[in-house]
């Protein structure tokens, strides 16, 4: 039979204890607005387990959502936090980190918002390598808007606008990342918590366009329209269903319904930033004028 | 607030903030030694949070709270709140239980 635990509020108070996320949150906008069993909290204990074994100085860290369930991130992270318009986190990021350049810049949002409205910004941010680390939440719905179909949707299960199931070829997003030119790209999911914070904490410390795919359930929307159970169920898919393959050609990493899920690092490489390259280029033309700009990131 | 299973039993220990708690049972099913389960009690909300009824088990690894989607668990090394307790007081960390 299950007890209550014994109950001791002092003992965390009188040991200074603290769940290690809390620093991370504004605590006072908790419990958030998540549902049950939705996963983007838990990719958020990632991220804070990433921030503190980077050991950034977290002045220097920003982070930029877009609209969304996951676009929410922002506003509960107890860091320099900016939730723009749906789709244009990037742009905003842009903007922040080139005017910023010593700040280390995530963009943390939806598969919708970086993908569907925001698909313009995100590919052209991969081919200029924009040093930005974007966490894509994946849960290959629309969650907030009442469950769309979504680009990453996969063929087959039911949507609000695909009541009959999606027929439409979803992205690939990491092939998507990899042929765009992103330095970093790597997939895992909410069951992988460390192998997800461990990308994340590389990701941080990577320099150019860094694309993480952290695949997380949206029981609400979509697993409970297509009888995939909840939350837990979904995580138990992920582990059933993903291989790890380090390495491999992100060709090969699509997924289809309720399909393997190939998981791991699958780029990590070294390319010329927008702001090295434009110094490089404005160096030759101009010589001696021209003083270059930004080199020292200070997160570095 | 937290409630804790203070007695002294396995490794490690969990603190759960109930009143948070949404019952997705991720701590549940990913704990590594499966030392958790639900209560048989619910919280204000009608959920059922987890408690310890194998605290011998419990390592403290804080896998629970790498997966808590609700930040409602987390939890703590013996060894390390020792750490703490020779730092500050002298008095034994865990009363025995009732
Ligand atoms: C310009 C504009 N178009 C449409 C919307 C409605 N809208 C809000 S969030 C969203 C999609 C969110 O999906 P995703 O980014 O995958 O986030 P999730 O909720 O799944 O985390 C849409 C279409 C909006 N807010 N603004
Ligand atoms: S609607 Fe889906 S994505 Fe949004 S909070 Fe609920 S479960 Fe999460
Ligand atoms: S701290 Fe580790 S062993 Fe203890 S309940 Fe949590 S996951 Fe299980
Ligand atoms: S993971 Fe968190 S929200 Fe889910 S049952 Fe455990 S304590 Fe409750
Ligand atoms: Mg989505």
Redesign the pocket.
């Known amino acids: 039979m299950n007890e209550l635990p014994s109950f001791d509020a002092n003992l965390e108070q009188e040991f200074g204890l603290i769940n290690p996320v809390m620093p991370y949150l504004r605590q006072d906008r908790i419990p958030h607005i998540w549902c049950p069993g939705c996963g983007?909290g838990t990719t958020v204990n990632c991220f804070a387990r990433a921030l503190t074994d980077s050991g950034m100085d977290l002045d220097k860290v920003a982070i930029v959502s877009?609209?969304?369930?996951?676009?929410r991130v922002a506003g509960y992270m107890n860091l320099d936090s900016f939730h723009t318009?749906?789709?244009r986190a990037i742009p905003f990021a842009t903007g922040l980190k080139l005017a910023n350049p010593g700040m280390k810049v995530v963009v943390y949002?939806?598969?919708?918002?970086?993908t569907?409205?925001g698909g313009n910004h995100f590919v052209h941010a991969a081919r200029r390598n924009m040093d930005l680390m974007v966490v894509c939440?994946?849960?290959f719905?629309?969650?907030?808007?009442g469950g769309?179909v979504?680009p990453?949707t996969p063929v087959g299960p039911s949507q609000t606008t695909m009541p009959y199931g999606n027929f439409e070829n979803p992205f690939n997003l990491p092939f998507l990342a990899d042929a765009c030119g992103a330095v970093y790209v790597a997939r895992w999911t909410v069951y992988h918590v460390k192998q997800l914070a461990k990308a994340l904490l590389e990701g941080l410390h990577k320099k150019g366009f860094v694309f993480i795919e952290a695949m997380s359930p949206?029981p609400t929307l979509y697993s409970r329209r297509n009888r995939l159970g909840d939350g837990v169920d979904q995580l138990k898919y992920y582990k059933e269903k993903s291989v790890i393959r380090n390495g491999a050609d992100t060709k090969e990493v699509g997924i289809a319904y309720q399909g393997e899920i190939v998981v791991g690092k699958f780029v990590d490489r070294d390319r010329p930033t927008w702001l090295d390259s434009m110094n490089e280029h404005y160096g030759k033309v101009f010589g001696d004028r021209f003083t270059p700009y930004g080199v020292t990131d200070g997160q570095e | 607030m937290s409630e804790a299973t203070p007695v002294k039993k396995g490794k490690g220990t969990v603190f759960v903030r109930m009143e948070i708690c949404k019952g997705c049972s991720f701590c549940i099913d990913f704990c590594p030694t499966h030392c958790i389960e639900f209560s048989r009690e619910f919280n204000a909300k009608g959920y059922h949070f987890p408690v310890l009824p194998r605290p011998e088990d419990c390592t403290g690894c804080d896998l629970c709270g790498l997966y808590c989607p609700d930040f409602a668990i987390y939890g703590v090394k013996f060894k390390d709140i020792e750490k703490r307790r020779q730092a500050a007081a002298p008095e034994p960390l865990v009363p025995a239980q009732p």
Do not use: E, F, P, R
């Open positions: 983007i877009g609209i969304g369930c996951t676009g318009t749906h789709g949002s939806g598969d919708g918002d970086l569907a409205i939440v994946n849960n719905t629309y969650g907030m808007t769309q979504a990453t949206c």
